[in-house]
């Protein structure tokens, strides 16, 4: 079976993006779909890499950013590459996570999205960017078990990272506890 590889295309200028790229097709294209300003593809066994830099070519006034990810190492990496003229640079590299979505619980916290957004913060601070002159840029993988938990309007989320992989992700909702103090009335009762 053939590799599905993921690309999120932009570019500086998104109304003359959307022009020039409203019938553009990429060669191993199994699936695209479009947004304003935005073009998503999985492509099969490969990136459109040699596409967009012809696209470059033929419109160097612009500016096109492409997100890579790759099947092959379960799109652990999302490579960010500038295109400019024709002339691509691997501008950075950021960790990305798999998961399992659990809809049910999504549909019922209506803060999900921000208490997962940061708990990857969490995570992704773990992973460290390398820039190095000899190897390029990777990722520093952390190799431990880690559990983190954050806030959020009155929810707590839950999660254990294990190198790519989120799991056990839990949701709390916080609720109100009243509690009672009892104050002396009088120091001393004579008696």
Request: aromatic fraction near 12%.
């Given at each position: 079976?053939?590799?599905?590889?993921?690309?999120?295309l932009?570019?500086d200028?998104?109304?003359?993006?959307?022009?020039?790229?409203?019938?553009?097709?990429?060669?191993?294209a199994?699936?695209?779909?479009?947004?304003?300003?935005?073009l998503?593809?999985?492509?099969?066994?490969?990136?459109p890499?040699?596409?967009?830099?012809?696209?470059?070519?033929?419109?160097?006034?612009?500016?096109?950013?492409?997100k890579?990810?790759?099947?092959?190492?379960?799109w652990?990496?999302?490579?960010?590459?500038?295109?400019?003229?024709?002339?691509?640079?691997?501008?950075?590299?950021?960790?990305?996570?798999?998961?399992?979505?659990?809809?049910?619980?999504?549909?019922?916290?209506?803060?999900?999205d921000?208490?997962?957004?940061?708990?990857?913060?969490?995570?992704s601070?773990?992973?460290?960017?390398?820039d190095?002159?000899?190897?390029?840029?990777?990722?520093?993988?952390?190799?431990?078990e880690v559990?983190?938990?954050?806030?959020?309007?009155?929810?707590?989320m839950?999660?254990?990272?294990?190198?790519?992989?989120?799991?056990?992700i839990?949701?709390?909702?916080?609720?109100e506890?009243v509690?009672?103090?009892?104050?002396?009335?009088?120091?001393?009762?004579?008696?």
């Amino acid at each position: 079976m053939a590799n599905i590889d993921n690309t999120v295309l932009t570019s500086d200028n998104p109304e003359v993006f959307d022009e020039i790229t409203k019938d553009f097709k990429f060669q191993h294209a199994r699936d695209i779909h479009r947004e304003p300003g935005r073009l998503f593809a999985e492509t099969i066994s490969g990136v459109p890499h040699e596409e967009i830099r012809e696209l470059s070519k033929k419109n160097p006034e612009m500016t096109f950013i492409a997100k890579y990810s790759f099947e092959y190492d379960f799109w652990s990496e999302i490579n960010h590459v500038e295109y400019k003229a024709g002339v691509d640079k691997l501008v950075r590299i950021e960790p990305n996570y798999s998961f399992t979505e659990d809809t049910d619980i999504k549909n019922a916290v209506p803060c999900f999205d921000e208490l997962f957004k940061k708990l990857l913060s969490i995570f992704s601070r773990l992973d460290v960017c390398v820039d190095d002159p000899k190897k390029g840029k990777y990722i520093d993988w952390c190799d431990a078990e880690v559990s983190a938990a954050v806030e959020h309007e009155g929810y707590r989320m839950s999660a254990k990272k294990r190198f790519i992989e989120i799991d056990d992700i839990r949701v709390f909702k916080a609720r109100e506890v009243v509690t009672i103090e009892w104050d002396q009335v009088i120091d001393e009762i004579p008696f």
